[in-house]
């Protein structure tokens, strides 16, 4: 069975839904094919089943690319204003969080049911269970090939996803396809992931899982805020995961125990205490006496001299760690690298070099922060290529 559409979009998550929404509303006739049973899967997992789907400080600093400036054009012309507008629309209720961050005060299925209705309003199929055998390209004609019949259409939109999330279908597809047209794909690497210990730091710190301490994370000149937290094994939390996109393996991490004061006028205003270093330090008591330990900071604060203080205030405004791996794709919320977009218009979304071919969210070589900037761009990408293709 041949079926002709305008326009194909492979892939039914925040992207490919969108692009395939704002093409409908232009009188496109598309088809969403789907490899699941269902819509949304990392939607429906996203802010921990509230769904983040925006941050209100959205701009180009928040995203990772070879070309920062690539995601400017897409980011003004679907800002989170925009966003808003439908939210409000469709009666879903948010809230705040911090940090502009804002989720659904329901579940992400409200978003879901969001963009379930513009597919409906716009007209666009959602073929579901569909997987594709081959895609080629006839012409002006772009030709797909799959279990549930054969596609013709002019437009073809890769909205596939990066490769975390293997769990929930998450494939190198994207990628494949992008190669296969001769497109250059930037090398992935998990991103918005924990950290593993190294077997040294593992021995030392490994049981201290559920303790979470207040502190800036530093990697490659990217500083990031919050709560650390130690696991079995390695450590996680908002700074943790910030800074793991700008991580590769070897780098050091710099942890600032002290974001607040100078840490060395702390321990000199105590200085005239009789109490060990450990009980002095304002910080979960298991942590401390084990920091304190694995230092070598085990005297009473008014036996340790100035050069000893400075040292210790030095490690506990600048204390380096090396993990020895992030957790891998499987724990990662994003990747970076994907599509070159050197390759990419950064108006529309379409391939340089194959007409009709267009890529949107995070199979493009864009990731965002934590927040709710990952799914922000793959609305302003999923918009521009749907006003175009």
């Given amino acids: ?103 659904c005060k329901g579940t992400s299925g409200e978003i879901i049911a969001m963009l379930r209705r513009l597919c409906e309003e716009t007209h666009v199929e959602i073929i579901y269970t569909t997987k594709i055998h081959d895609i080629s390209k006839r012409g002006d004609v772009f030709v797909v090939v799959t279990n549930n019949g054969i596609f013709h259409c002019a437009s073809l939109v890769l909205a596939t996803g990066g490769i975390s999330y293997p769990q929930l279908g998450a494939t190198p597809f994207g990628y494949r396809i992008a190669g296969q047209f001769g497109l250059n794909v930037i090398p992935t690497h998990p991103a918005l992931v924990p950290f593993a210990f190294n077997a040294q730091d593992a021995g030392n710190f490994g049981g201290l899982a559920g303790i979470s301490i207040e502190a800036e994370v530093s990697c490659n000149k990217k500083t990031f805020r919050g709560g650390v937290l130690f696991t079995q094994r ?24 002290f974001p607040d004061a100078d840490a060395y006028e702390y321990l000199l205003s105590r200085r005239s205490l009789k109490a060990e270093l450990h009980n002095i330090l304002e910080f979960p008591k298991n942590f401390a006496r084990r920091w304190c330990e694995i230092h070598s900071f085990i005297k009473p604060i008014n036996q340790i001299n100035d050069r000893q203080l400075k040292e210790i205030a030095d490690q506990l405004q600048n204390w380096r760690l090396c993990p020895a791996k992030t957790e891998g794709h499987k724990r990662a919320e994003a990747v970076t690298g994907g599509v070159d977009t050197a390759e990419l218009s950064s108006k529309t979304m379409e391939a340089k070099k194959v007409k009709g071919l267009y890529f949107t969210g995070e199979v493009i070589d864009v990731t965002g922060q934590l927040g709710g900037y990952n799914l922000h761009w793959a609305w302003a990408s999923g918009c521009a290529c749907g006003r175009y293709m």
């Avoid at 925040?14 to 789907?34: I, P």
């Avoid at 450590?235 to 943790?240: A, E, M, T, V």
């Avoid at 800074?243 to 780098?251: E, K, L, T």
Wanted: hydrophobic content about 40%; aromatic content about 8%.
């Fill in 1 to 103: 069975m041949t079926i002709v559409k305008d326009a194909v979009v492979v892939g039914a998550g925040a992207s490919g839904l969108f692009a395939a929404a704002f093409a409908g509303r232009r009188g496109r006739r598309v088809v969403v094919l789907e490899r699941s049973a269902v819509l949304g899967s990392k939607i429906r997992v996203s802010g921990g089943g509230r769904c983040n789907f925006t941050n209100l400080n959205v701009s180009i600093d928040n995203y990772i690319s070879q070309n920062p400036r690539f995601c400017k054009s897409a980011l003004a012309g679907f800002t989170p204003d925009d966003l808003l507008q439908m939210i409000d629309r469709d009666g879903i209720r948010y809230f705040e969080k911090e940090h502009g961050q804002l989720f």
């Fill in 234 to 257: 390695g450590l996680s939390g908002p700074p943790i995961l910030q800074v793991s996109s700008y991580w590769r393996q070897g780098d050091a991490i710099s942890i600032n125990l």
